[in-house]
């Protein structure tokens, strides 16, 4: 994921915790200003919040951030098939190499028939 770091997010903070809430609804311009945050949402429940929302775990709450705040989905999974269909093609590669007569003994050789370190 390519987030850049002046992207701003939604941030969640989810507890059961009364008083936990209490504390960061007093601190929420500050925590805001800190986690870089569009907008501090703080309730007791995970209503309203995306599924596919990143989240952070502390002692006694929860923070999410949504995932689509942070990427360009889109942009992402264009990305992304780039990188597999690059990831494909080295493999057809390196199944050319093996397949090649001409490779795999000469590769062999070098290797030694252990096909690691000698004398461990």
């Given amino acids: 994921m390519n987030v850049p770091p002046s992207k701003k997010a939604t941030v969640y903070f989810v507890s059961e915790d009364e008083g ?24 007791q429940d995970r209503t309203g919040i995306p599924e596919n929302a990143v989240s952070v775990l502390i002692p ?3 923070i ?3 995932f689509s705040d942070l990427v360009d989905l889109d942009q992402e999974r264009e990305r992304l098939e780039k990188e597999e269909e690059r ?4 493999i057809q590669r390196a199944e ?3 397949k090649n007569e001409r490779f795999c003994p000469r590769h062999r050789r070098k ?10």
């Fill in 20 to 43: 936990l809430r209490k504390t960061f609804t007093h601190s929420k311009v500050f925590f805001a200003t800190l986690a870089y945050a569009q907008d501090v949402i703080i309730q």
């Fill in 96 to 98: 050319g190499m093996l």
């Fill in 64 to 66: 999410f951030l949504p």
């Fill in 60 to 62: 006694k709450a929860n």
């Fill in 87 to 90: 990831l494909k093609k080295e």
């Fill in 111 to 120: 290797k030694g028939a252990g096909g690691g370190r000698k004398g461990l």
